[in-house]
């Protein structure tokens, strides 16, 4: 079983930044995808950003050039650097991982999620 735990949530005036963190523990093989998450109230849940294990990345539209998603996998850690941060942005950020816990048993696990509020 792999448990993720995040961090780095909070509130952050317009124009600020934010680092989310989210660590991975437990029984890991290999890790293939980290990705990040949001969801706003009365909206359905957003892919923000995605590293794969080479290094590729991909970001939604609304976030490009404001957004940095990065791993370090002697962590097993992802992270999400937030500047220039909208009101928009505010919602409940979740990292997903997908992973193997042995050569051909894969894992997809979630974290808890973390608040993130841009309000002045």
């Known amino acids: 079983q792999v448990q993720l735990v995040e961090s780095g949530g909070g509130l952050v005036q317009p124009g600020g930044s934010l680092r989310l963190s989210c660590a991975a523990s437990?029984?890991?093989?290999?890790?293939?995808?980290m990705s990040w998450y949001r969801q706003a109230p009365g909206k359905q849940r957003e892919l923000v950003a995605t590293?794969?294990?080479?290094?590729?990345?991909n970001y939604v539209d609304s976030v490009k050039g404001r957004f940095t998603i990065s791993r370090d996998d002697a962590k097993n850690t992802v992270n999400l650097q937030m500047n220039s941060l909208k009101p928009e942005d505010t919602a409940v950020y979740c990292c997903y991982v997908h992973g193997a816990v042995v050569p051909g048993r894969q894992f997809h696990s979630w974290g808890q999620g973390t608040q993130v509020t841009v309000s002045s």
């Open positions: 590293i794969t294990s080479g290094g590729s990345t």
């Open positions: 437990g029984s890991i093989f290999s890790i293939y995808a």
